[in-house]
């Protein structure tokens, strides 16, 4: 069985995952849609991004998409800030670390800014419940000090272009915020 654990950010959870082992290796489940129930996965993607140490990828949000997110190598520091306006977490930002040797899953609503830090050279695969069409791929500065996402990032972290030009949370209008 599965335990969900919720987080400081409404809607935000983790999932302590299970796994058995014997001397041939290990067996587990990383995700099951019955653990969402108030989410439709009818159009379920599955996506894999590696990542060096010291790599910082975010913050990243949509308004038609959720994420789960499972570590299957390495260990990162994912960051999260509630960018909805209607909940009772707005502007809320923690950190959840990820790590490959004590699996759980995290998953993202809709609206919740989300990145990770690398720690290590690491493999992130995760889900997300709608197809990627790039007309929902928003973003906001990793470093701004309003949100304050405490990534304990020592140097500087390697960055795209896009996640080093993502505006900072004050100038994105209120009527572009997720809901």
Not at 54 to 70: K, N
Not at 130 to 135: F, K
Request: proline share 6%; glycine share 8%.
């Amino acid at each position: 069985m599965t335990t969900l654990h919720p987080t400081a950010i409404d809607g935000v959870v983790t999932t302590e995952l299970k796994r058995v082992g014997d001397e041939r290796g290990s067996f587990g489940e990383m995700f099951r849609r019955a653990w969402f129930p108030d989410t439709d996965w009818t159009r379920l993607q599955s996506n894999h991004s590696e990542s060096a140490a010291g790599v910082l990828r975010g913050l990243h949000y949509h308004f038609r998409q959720v994420d789960y997110w499972y570590v299957v190598r390495g260990v990162v520091r994912a960051g999260l800030f509630d960018m909805r306006p209607s909940s009772p977490t707005y502007k809320v930002a923690t950190t959840v670390v990820l790590d490959a040797s004590a699996p759980r899953g995290l998953f993202i609503p809709i609206g919740v800014a989300h990145g990770f830090y690398a720690l290590t050279d690491c493999t992130l695969l995760y889900f997300v419940n709608n197809y990627y069409d790039g007309t929902d791929e928003y973003g906001v500065a990793w470093d701004d000090p309003d949100i304050g996402v405490d990534w304990q990032v020592s140097g500087t972290p390697r960055l795209s272009a896009r996640d080093r030009n993502n505006p900072r949370f004050h100038a994105i209008a209120p009527e572009n915020l997720p809901r």
